[in-house]
């Protein structure tokens, strides 16, 4: 059984695409107007990529053609319990630094999030689907926490939205690494001793999404 899991997950992929979202302009305090569409010029690295969940090798990052999109592709980021699987394979965990490199005077915040995968539960086991996100410097923001329960075989998605006034704006005129810290764990609950589960950020058509919308501002022409 684990075989063929790990088979089906190795194959698949989960992949987090990170769009521009438009709004109408509003006041922005001592920045400059918000929102407006993304600007040209947007260029996405990995700095740095540590966890169980993307082990080297198995984490990519991808700005797309019109610059209002990256996406982060997982390869191996599941969660399992039962079976072969090893005591520790029970939770996995992904921390990926990125350096988001914008046009000078645009900055950027994340007004939403919607997180994606594939979860097979017995019944009476439980998974949990975890993220944060914040700028270097900054304080983390608060922990999303999704709970999903067995008996359970299909495709998840949770949606983390914040609103205006919860946007953390990375600081206009500086450089500062864009970290996001996710976590699947699965538990066995009241389920049988040689039930397996597992939940994953992977599909086996690729189409399984987790996604990061941008809000951008212009800043203060100071900047």
Known sequence: MRKGIASCAAGAMAVAAVTALTATPASAGSYGSYFVPGPKGVTIEIATVNGSGCPAGTAAVAVSEDKEAFTVTYSDYLAQIGGDAKPTDFRKNCQISMKVHVPQGF??????????????????????????????????????????????????????TNDVAQ?????????????????????????????????????????????????????????
């Open 167 to 223: 946007l953390v704006w990375k600081p206009c005129g500086e450089e500062r690494n864009f970290n996001i810290n996710t976590e699947l764990r699965v538990a066995k609950g009241t389920s049988a001793a040689d039930d397996v589960s597992f939940i994953s950020m992977d599909s086996t058509d690729g189409s399984i999404k987790t996604t990061y919308h941008f809000a951008w501002m212009t800043c203060p022409p100071a900047w």
């Open 107 to 160: 900055t950027y915040a994340i007004s939403s999030t919607d997180y994606r995968g594939f979860a097979s539960l017995a019944h009476g086991a439980t998974a949990v689907e975890k993220a944060s996100y914040y700028f270097q410097g900054q304080a983390q923001t608060a922990t999303r926490t999704h709970n999903i329960s067995g008996e359970y075989a299909d495709n998840w998605q949770f949606t983390d």
